[in-house]
């Protein structure tokens, strides 16, 4: 498998050379990170997305999964129930009988010691039901407009306004749900105005007015924010309906929608205003809960909704609020996947005591038509939408954030996709950030989440950083494995995620026979205890725990800051100069970065020219956004920490954003430009202005340079290069990083970003006179000699295949280590030759006893029982230990290429999983000179066997019905060795390599 020999042997030293216990440590600090790095605690385990399927659970099947999840390394669960794919079963959503079900659940993870997170209401989406009334679901301002004529006679009816096309379809609404919606209306007001001679409207009305937002990751064309141009200039703005000719009409409606006023010269425009619900919907909820979502922007709506949901499970559970290890933990609210809304019914009495004025005058504006000019018709939209965020971070997700804490609980959110808020703005109410990224190949591409994510985290200190994990749809169908994880999990941990929820573990309900068993359709890998390589799983998930362990502690290292605009809603896009790779795994280049929403910029201080937060994060460059508005609040903020000794790098705004306090406002912020710019408004070139202890840094050349928003990252790489601050990393192979710093230790995680072996030289911006490295994968250490070179340490590593260490820089004085052996180059390499032995499980219709002549793919096997087989199967092999080297040596089992896992037993002694590169293991304590006994257990993927069934007659779920003789539990009729709700295989699709390929090989220096 590797051609370079000599770097066998220098990958496995630095893996497998571990500190004794006496070893000198740095501190008492160190020496527990050293411990708990080799055996993380539970609470930096790996989690998983707990999907249970619209009423299929039993007490035995959630017992079976937590029990197998315990044994495998899982130490926390997000619980859910939706309705994907699969048959529905017994157990109503929130009956008696579910209720009793879950506390079964909850008392026996509190047993094993596995946190439950709850999302907030059914499916998997949001926060509703059929207990939520459509006056408490979310709602639209809708409207109808008649013209009318002084000429007329008679009265004229107001239409009743229609309803806004749900974004998912009328097909989401049941007949139920549709005729509780299409009933349900209150008349806002009516207004009147002189009809315009122009016929002009708004452009994007629909979305700038919050009547859509699609998703930002799987729709095509979704804008990031809403371009604030039009509101630059009312100069040269289209001219509207004059705001003095909007006469209110609202008290001449009569019950029967006909009104009592007549126009007494012209044409006139009457529009009628009123609130319907948005067709937003639970999904995909069990059926039983299925209903409306809740109003967003009341709070009073949504504790209706909790008392229905989250207070029904805490009554049930007798929950007590007491800490303790396993059991409920968290509330969570998922990625917002339900559409917008932009009325509620106090949204007047709140737009004016957040803006300053009445919207009222502006309702036609809603429905696209200009008032006043189109400029000053943007400054409302942008006053509706910041109104509208404010009450979500409010009235929702402040909301649940105090619910959850009264009740001794936290709350994690996924704040992105639908959000008519910014994301960063609604993520920074929670108390873990979460984000999503999808398995490579298999979805969506939402890296951008992941950064907004970790930005969250680290501006505001805290230690964790979750992601629903590798999330697939369709094509995945069980081709993911630990060891395809490998690379794209290492992107999560270096852009700064630290817990990863693997997205899905499926309850398992049905026999343990009936394998893979129970799915969500095509949504999500299947990681759950029925997958063929979860006995051997734990070793991967100890890998992941270490990395996250130490990816918790200290603070993240970054020195540029990306202030978001004050617009809503608003999707952080990280310029693209600022990353390096594919468009798939973007990874950071040298000098790391952050985003900040205005919000969170407001904590800001300056400390010997930083800019920091009260968590520990602290930035040399604070990035302006090119947006033309700020605030005059906002814009204080900027001078004050320039003041203080910040440096500032960015374009000035030109006016304040909204109407509140406008046109002053405008005024204020050109007299604050003014004074921090100065010169540099006119400036061409880029230059530096001192203000105060700062300095703010612009010229109009750097708009030519934008990115997403922000100056070019090679201009800001070179404003710190000059001031003398070197790249957090850099290597002259492709490598990823990322960097904490604690006291007394500076930690770097590096990961090889390919699937080849080289050796990198390495720079790291760090101090310290001891450099260590801390194997994850078998939490191992070894001392390594840094090479000191102006203000930066160099180090030579030698990567296997997407290989991944941790260097430790620390103060202390640089010791030997009893037992270290320095590395060594291999002398010698002997190839176990002759036949094996080998075992396969005849349940999955593999012989139980074959000899291999030689090692080779069972996909190629003339047996069919081979050929198709999924599973495990054990290889054995006798076989006499070579020239045994010296005393001094150590000797290694290299197994080759291996599809896909393997675990090793040698003379009866367990030697641990294999299931990354280098695939070897030291084997020196065990080694006999004669007759040593291998045992090499190889478990492959479900997808042969899969593609093998479809060669016999389907006798599974059909038309949506389980089968007759699984719901008589009688034996089964066909001849497949299958059993699942999804299979997308057909019986000529081509077959995966498995099985253990080689060659294996002793190898050992001198």
């Known amino acids: 498998m590797f051609r370079n020999v000599s770097l066998i042997m220098r990958w496995i030293f630095a893996g497998c050379l571990c500190l004794p216990a006496n070893a000198q440590q740095t501190g008492p600090a160190l020496n527990q990170l050293r411990t708990q790095f080799k055996n993380p605690p539970d609470s930096y385990k790996p989690g998983v997305y707990w999907y249970f399927m619209d009423g299929n659970l039993t007490a035995d099947g959630v017992k079976k999964d937590l029990h197998a999840m315990k044994e495998a390394g899982i130490s926390h669960v997000i619980f859910l129930e939706v309705n994907v794919g699969v048959p529905r079963g017994k157990i109503d959503f929130l009956s008696d009988q579910w209720l009793a079900l879950f506390k079964v659940i909850e008392q026996e993870a509190t047993l094993l010691g596995i946190d439950i997170t709850l999302g907030i209401g059914p499916g998997w989406a949001g926060s509703g039901g059929p207990w939520v009334k459509p006056g ?9 407009s008649v013209e009318l004529d002084a000429t007329a006679k008679g009265s004229v009816t107001l239409p009743v306004p229609a309803p806004v096309k749900p974004f998912f379809g009328e097909e989401a609404l049941t007949p139920r749900l549709k005729q509780e919606r299409d009933s349900f209306y209150r008349d806002v007001a009516v207004l009147a105005f002189p009809s315009p001679a122009e016929n002009t409207s708004i452009d994007d009305i629909y979305n700038k007015a919050l009547y859509y937002r699609a998703p930002f990751s799987s729709a095509n064309n979704v804008k990031p924010y809403y371009a604030p141009e039009a509101i630059i200039s009312s100069s040269s703005a289209k001219p509207g309906i004059p705001k003095a000719s909007i006469i209110d009409l609202t008290k001449q409606l009569r019950k029967n929608g006909t009104l009592a006023w007549k126009p007494k010269t012209g044409k006139w425009t009457v529009m009628r205003f009123g609130v319907r619900n948005n067709g937003a919907v639970t999904r995909p909820a069990p059926l039983p809960g299925l209903g409306f979502e809740a109003d967003k922007f009341d709070s009073t709506a949504l504790q209706d909704h909790l008392d229905h949901y989250t207070g029904k499970i805490l009554k049930t559970i007798e929950w007590k609020h007491q800490k303790k290890k396993g059991g409920l933990e968290n509330l969570h609210i998922d990625s917002w996947e339900m559409g917008a809304q932009n009325w509620t019914e106090n949204f007047r009495t709140a737009f004016i005591k957040k803006r300053g004025y009445d919207p009222l005058p502006f309702y036609p504006v809603y429905a696209g038509k200009i008032v006043v000019n189109n400029a000053i018709s943007e400054r409302f939209l942008w006053d509706l939408r910041k109104t509208a965020q404010e009450l979500v971070l409010e009235q929702h997700a402040g909301f649940v954030k105090s619910y959850a804490h009264r009740n001794g609980l936290g709350l994690s959110i996924e704040p992105y996709d639908m959000n008519p808020a910014g994301d960063l703005e609604l993520g920074s109410v929670a108390d873990i950030p979460m984000c999503e990224f999808w398995s490579r190949g298999y979805g969506f591409n939402t890296q951008f989440s992941c950064i907004e994510a970790t930005s969250i985290a680290h501006v505001q200190g805290k230690a964790r950083v979750a992601a629903e994990a590798f999330t697939a749809q369709n094509n995945e169908a069980w081709k993911q494995y630990p060891g395809s994880l490998k ?17 899905t573990f499926q309850s398992q309900i049905l026999p343990d026979t009936l394998k893979p068993g129970m799915t969500m359709g095509p949504y999500g890998i299947h990681w759950d205890r029925n997958q063929t390589w979860w006995p051997m799983v734990r070793a991967y998930h100890q890998y992941v725990a270490r990395c996250s362990y130490l990816l918790q502690q200290g603070n993240a290292v970054a020195d540029i800051l990306y202030l978001t605009p004050e617009e809503a809603p608003f999707v952080f896009e990280a310029p693209v ?7 798939l795994l973007r990874d950071r280049k040298g000098y790391n970065f952050d985003a900040c929403p205005p919000t969170l910029i407001e904590k800001a201080v300056v400390k010997n020219g930083k800019i920091c937060f009260p968590g520990g994060a602290a930035y040399e460059l604070l990035v302006l956004p090119d947006y033309p508005a700020m605030s005059p609040r906002l814009l204080q903020k900027i001078m004050l920490l320039v003041k203080d000794g910040a440096t500032v790098i960015g374009p000035p705004p030109v006016t304040a954003p909204g109407l509140s306090g406008y046109p002053v406002s405008e005024t204020r912020v050109k007299k604050m430009t003014a004074a921090l710019w100065g010169p540099l408004l006119q400036a061409t070139d880029m230059a530096t202005r001192k203000y105060g202890k ?26 710190l290069k000059a001031r003398g601050i070197n790249e957090n990393f850099g290597s002259d192979q492709p490598l990823r990083y990322t960097q904490r710093s604690l006291p007394g230790a500076t930690i770097f995680f590096v990961s090889n970003t390919k699937d080849q072996a080289f050796t990198a030289e390495c720079h790291f911006r760090a101090s310290g006179k001891k450099a260590e490295l801390w194997n994850p994968v078998n939490g191992t250490f070894r001392l390594i000699n ?53 075992s396969f499980d005849p349940k999955w219709g593999g012989p139980s006893q074959i000899t291999f002549n030689q090692l080779s793919d069972w996909k190629l096997n003339s047996n069919e029982g081979i050929k198709y087989y999924s599973g495990t199967a054990v290889y054995r092999k006798t076989f006499d230990a070579p020239s045994m080297p010296g005393k001094n040596s150590n000797i290694y089992l290299d197994l080759g290429t291996v599809q896909q896992l393997a675990s090793i037993k040698l003379n009866g002694h367990d030697l641990g999983v294999l299931w990354t590169a280098p695939w070897s293991v030291d084997i020196s304590k065990w080694l006999r000179k004669k007759n040593n006994q291998l045992e090499i257990s190889v478990a492959n993927l479900w997808v042969n066997r899969l593609i093998g069934d479809q060669q016999f007659p389907d006798d599974g779920v059909i038309n949506g019905n389980w089968p007759a003789w699984l719901l008589d539990q009688k034996p089964r009729t066909g001849k497949r060795y299958t059993f699942t709700t999804f299979n997308p295989y057909k019986k000529d699709d081509p077959l995966i390599s498995s099985g253990l390929l080689g060659p294996v090989t002793l190898v050992w220096s001198k």
């Open 577 to 583: 100069s600022a990353l390096s790779g594919d468009s």
């Open 136 to 144: 408490q679901s979310m709602q639209h301002l809708v409207y109808s």
């Open 694 to 719: 700062g300095n703010i840094i612009w010229g109009s050349i750097l708009k030519q340079q934008m990115d997403h928003l922000y100056c070019s990252y090679d201009i800001l790489a070179g404003i």
């Open 487 to 503: 690379n794209q999990g290492d992107w999560a941990f270096a852009t700064g995620i630290n817990r990863f929820f693997y997205h």
């Open 786 to 838: 840094p090479v000191k070179q102006q203000q930066q340490i160099s180090l030579s590593l030698s990567f296997a295949p997407w290989q991944s260490y941790f260097i430790i820089f620390t103060d202390a004085a640089a010791k030997e280590i009893p037992g270290t052996v320095a590395t060594a180059i291999v002398q010698h390499r002997d190839t176990l030759k002759g036949s094996w032995n080998v």
